[in-house]
């Protein structure tokens, strides 16, 4: 069965302390790996697009990586308005299907 | 601007009453998503359509029905709504290889089924 597990499910970090969260995944064939930002009360909004192992992506603060099982969104000092629940989510190429995992809650202390 | 749009924003109805949340895009997007949202368990995707009068189920489509005639339009039809249909709705949609390209996801429609 496809599942995208992300852990933790929350985080609280101080201004200026990175670290990172982590989404493993298990599909039978991986299209593309999203990354978005949720805040509360709207809709998603689209940070990254991963498509295969190796791949890098950066933006601002955030960096996204993938490997075969997982993909990490590593955090450099973040800012309180990086406090978001951030979501992992892939699209299979055996059905086209897109799976989410729950999302991490992350909350940046000033 | 480029944007998803949904109507209506909030609904609150009863059990049984047919009701339809309207989804437009903009972008001249072929795939087109429906998911709802709820608390602890994430955003799971009801219906997908790769294009005009393509639709397919996602993981939880019992109970809801979907039309694509048009391709800026994907219309949600619950044909007898029931309380557990209570939730957060996104309309999503993306351009490129099917639904490996970025999503655009609209404002969202609370719905209330009492």
């Known amino acids: 069965e496809d599942q995208v597990t992300q852990s933790p499910e929350a985080l609280r970090l101080q201004e200026g302390e990175s670290s990172s969260l982590n989404c493993s995944y298990t599909?039978?064939?991986?299209?593309?790996l999203f990354w978005y930002r949720q805040d509360p009360g709207k809709g998603p909004e689209f940070l990254f697009t991963?498509?295969?192992a190796g791949e890098e992506k950066e933006k601002e603060r955030l960096k996204a990586t993938l490997t075969k099982k997982e993909s990490f969104l590593h955090i450099t000092a973040p800012k309180p308005e990086d406090s978001a629940t951030y979501l992992c989510a892939v699209c299979t190429n055996r059905d086209d299907k897109i799976i989410f995992g729950k999302g991490t809650r992350l909350h940046i202390l000033p | 601007e480029a944007q998803v749009t949904q109507n209506p924003r909030y609904l609150i109805t009863v059990t049984g009453k047919k009701l339809t949340v309207t989804c437009s895009q903009n972008?001249?997007?072929?795939?087109m998503s429906w998911y709802r949202q709820d608390p602890g368990l994430g955003l799971r995707q009801i219906y997908y359509s790769m294009n005009v009068e393509v639709t397919d189920k996602g993981d939880v489509p019992e109970g809801y029905k979907v039309s694509r005639k048009e391709k800026r339009n994907f219309p949600l039809i619950l044909e007898s709504p029931s309380p557990n249909q209570t939730s957060l709705y996104f309309c999503a949609s993306s351009s490129g290889l099917a639904g490996a390209d970025t999503q655009y996801f609209g404002p969202g429609t609370r719905l209330t089924v009492l």
């Open positions: 599909v039978s064939g991986l299209r593309g």
């Open positions: 991963l498509y295969s």
């Open positions: 972008m001249n997007h072929e795939y």
